[in-house]
């Protein structure tokens, strides 16, 4: 089994069993893709301190 469909499975084993319609599914995967995507950004780049993403947005 491919690595990205076997992350698939293992995100879909940890979906609520009550979960009725299709596109809910579907949209619990999409979140659990994103905030995996976020935590290994972290651990590659790390983060910003508060002051710093202050400084970026005042310019």
């Known amino acids: ?3 990205a469909k ?3 499975q293992n995100m879909l ?3 609520p069993d ?3 319609e299709e596109i ?5 995967l ?4 994103v905030l995996e995507t976020s935590r290994k950004s972290v ?5 910003l301190s508060t002051d710093e993403v202050r400084a970026h947005f005042n310019g």
């Open 18 to 20: 009550d979960i009725q």
């Open 6 to 8: 076997a992350s698939i």
């Open 43 to 47: 651990q590659c780049n790390g983060t």
């Open 30 to 33: 999409y979140k659990m893709m």
């Open 1 to 3: 089994m491919s690595t």
């Open 13 to 15: 084993d940890t979906v």
């Open 24 to 28: 809910e599914v579907l949209e619990c």
